[in-house]
């Protein structure tokens, strides 16, 4: 945080009216730092939770967009809770990645996009999450072959994985959920 | 009385014994169970973290499936429960946005915990206990999507909650002071970051131990699974197993803890196997 140069120029007006659509009000900051100190995860962040808070205030959606914090943010929601003032912390969260998955920004976790990639990818196919096929999809794309080959196989073989997916009947309602119903007026 | 049932994807995978647990307590109380017809996945944590309508579709469609039932939803898994609860909200407040037609559907949405231990319910349980589980001294894990945020859960005491331990209370088991009830154990970054997964977990687990806990039990699937397998990451010796307090309420109202329930344990259940040695020999014989 200390190189970024807050430039009240640089205001995103359009983010800042997708935060007001959703109801999150960063305005209402005055920087008491409740969220950053209750996060379970601040420690393994860039930009800590205020800070974050505080980017936003400003509009500056660019290094936000760019932070590890968005996608190491495991949407506990304490800090949402904790906040004096109300302000969906959590839900901004979501926005910052949602934009920066729209935009096509790099991601600073690679991994963690990948994994909810996986994820909706089984949901999309069959319904319902199916876990192999899930971790399976997720491994291949991410590359990371062996991380928790161990866990895995005991996993499997406690029989806590299983082995065929279930298909809903209304996979058509899914389809159009994942072909973006309710954003085709958007624009 | 009879319920609406959402399972989720977890209760058919690696939480299928939560699921068995679920339906045959229920068998016990006396309440009938209804899987919501044709149910589908609620996205979870990975749909509204990156896709706001994907996010809310997916779990209102399940809403909707039951729109005429008159019944409340009864939901094990807390991550499934937020979700549910999140959609139900956006479906009240903006119906319009949500392509909702007709009148808004009358049911509540109820995460297991805040059902069991309603006061009814629990002398029911107290009632039905065959062997408690006298003096053992358990840590009760809420995690946090059962209770937070507490607009969408509408849990009263999210940062206090007391479910947990009344029903362990009536098992006779005794829930110790601690204080990581309410942390995050980060299971949606589990697989993407084990590293951060592990410190938490880690942290968790020593919390409870210092405490005086020789169990943990929770009423979130994916806290069971993490912080028990993420406790064979870090390779302690003295790791606590994770139970559901549905599997302990069986327990105790059955006096025995079958083979087939201990083996799902990731960590050893001996602590709880012990406390119905002498059935439990019966039923492996």
């Given at each position: 945080m200390n190189n970024t140069s807050i430039s009240p120029e640089d205001r995103n007006k359009k983010f800042l009216n997708k935060l007001k659509e959703r109801d999150i009000d960063v305005q209402a900051c005055y920087q008491c730092g409740r969220c950053s100190a209750g996060c379970p995860i601040g420690e393994f962040f860039d930009l800590n939770v205020m800070e974050v808070v505080r980017l936003a205030t400003y509009g500056m959606e660019e290094p936000l967009l760019n932070c590890h914090t968005i996608w190491l943010c495991a949407a506990c929601e304490t800090c949402a809770t904790r906040c004096p003032n109300d302000i969906e912390i959590a839900g901004l969260m979501d926005v910052l990645r949602e934009i920066a998955l729209r935009k096509g920004v790099t991601p600073a976790e690679p991994r963690v996009p990948l994994f909810h990639k996986a994820f909706l990818g089984s949901i999309s196919h069959w319904g319902r999450a199916y876990e192999i096929g899930m971790i399976a999809g997720y491994k291949i794309n991410s590359r990371d072959l062996l991380g928790d080959m161990k866990l895995g196989l005991n996993m499997f073989l406690k029989g806590k994985l299983k082995l065929t997916p279930h298909s809903i009947k209304g996979k058509s309602d899914i389809k159009q959920i994942f072909s973006g119903k309710g954003k085709e007026y958007d624009r | 009385m009879k319920l609406s049932y959402y399972p989720g994807c977890s209760l058919e995978g690696t939480a299928l014994d939560y699921d068995q647990s679920v339906r045959e307590l229920c068998v016990h109380l006396g309440v009938e169970l209804a899987d919501i017809p044709d149910w589908n996945c609620c996205g979870a944590s990975s749909a509204h973290m990156t896709d706001h309508e994907v996010g809310i579709r997916l779990p209102l469609r399940n809403l909707l499936q039951v729109a005429g039932s008159g019944h409340d939803i009864l939901v094990p898994c807390a991550a499934c429960f937020q979700r549910l609860r999140a959609a139900d909200k956006e479906m009240r407040d903006n119906p319009g946005h949500w392509d909702i037609v007709g009148s808004i559907p009358e049911f509540e949405i109820v995460h297991i915990s805040t059902f069991?231990?309603?006061?009814?319910?629990?002398?029911?349980i107290r009632d039905k206990v065959s062997q408690p589980?006298?003096?053992?001294?358990?840590?009760?894990?809420?995690?946090?999507?059962?209770l937070r945020h507490p607009h969408i859960t509408g849990a009263p005491n999210w940062e206090m909650p007391v479910n947990l331990e009344r029903i362990i209370e009536a098992l006779g088991a005794k829930p110790v002071n601690w204080s990581h009830r309410t942390e995050c154990c980060s299971g949606s970054l589990t697989m993407a970051r084990p590293d951060i997964a592990r410190k938490l977990v880690g942290d968790i687990a020593a919390a409870a131990k210092r405490a005086g806990a020789t169990a943990m039990v929770t009423d979130c699937p994916m806290c069971q699974a993490n912080v028990e397998s993420r406790q064979l990451d870090l390779g302690g010796e003295d790791d606590l197993p994770v139970f559901f307090a549905t599997e302990l309420i069986i327990a105790a109202i059955e006096g025995k803890y079958p083979k087939k329930q201990q083996k799902v344990h990731l960590v050893s259940p001996d602590v709880v196997t012990q406390h119905f040695d002498s059935t439990a020999t019966e039923d492996s014989a």
């Open positions: - | 069991l231990a309603r006061p009814e319910i629990l002398e029911k589980l006298s003096g053992l001294p358990v840590a009760c894990y809420y995690g946090c999507l059962s």
